[in-house]
């Protein structure tokens, strides 16, 4: 079983990045699948989570409105559009699936694999 985080990179304050999370080894169409990601000295955070067929998405207050999750089980994917990017969105992102349905999953403890994470740099 392996996810595969990626499109991080290096962009500018105001900026956006889509970042795209590849699953493989078995399905993902039942989980609940979420984003969080880790600053520098900082605990690992929740980001956003989405359920198995998309009607449930939540996300942490400082992302509510500028970031986007989505999927598409056909493809085994999942998504995170982060628009209007600030520095301290700054960390490394990771994407995580559960190993059983939730209603909403915005715990790390939710989730049994884990991504290896995509860096995502803002500069100001």
């Known amino acids: 079983v392996q996810l595969q985080a990626s499109g991080g990179g290096l962009v500018q304050a105001g900026g956006s990045l889509r970042l795209s999370c590849a699953a493989s080894?078995?399905?993902?169409?039942?989980?609940?699948l979420g984003w969080f990601r880790q600053a520098p000295g900082k605990e690992r955070e929740f980001v956003a989570t989405?359920?198995?067929?998309?009607?449930?998405?939540d996300y942490t207050d400082s992302v509510k409105g500028r970031f986007t999750i989505s999927r598409d089980n056909a493809k085994n994917t999942l998504f995170l559009q982060v628009n209007s990017l600030k520095p301290e969105d700054t960390a490394v992102y990771y994407c995580a699936a559960t190993g059983r349905v939730y209603y909403s999953a915005t715990y790390d403890f939710n989730y049994n694999y884990w991504g290896q994470g995509t860096q995502v740099t803002v500069s100001s």
């Open positions: 080894g078995r399905t993902f169409s039942s989980s609940n």
């Open positions: 989405i359920n198995w067929n998309s009607r449930m998405t």
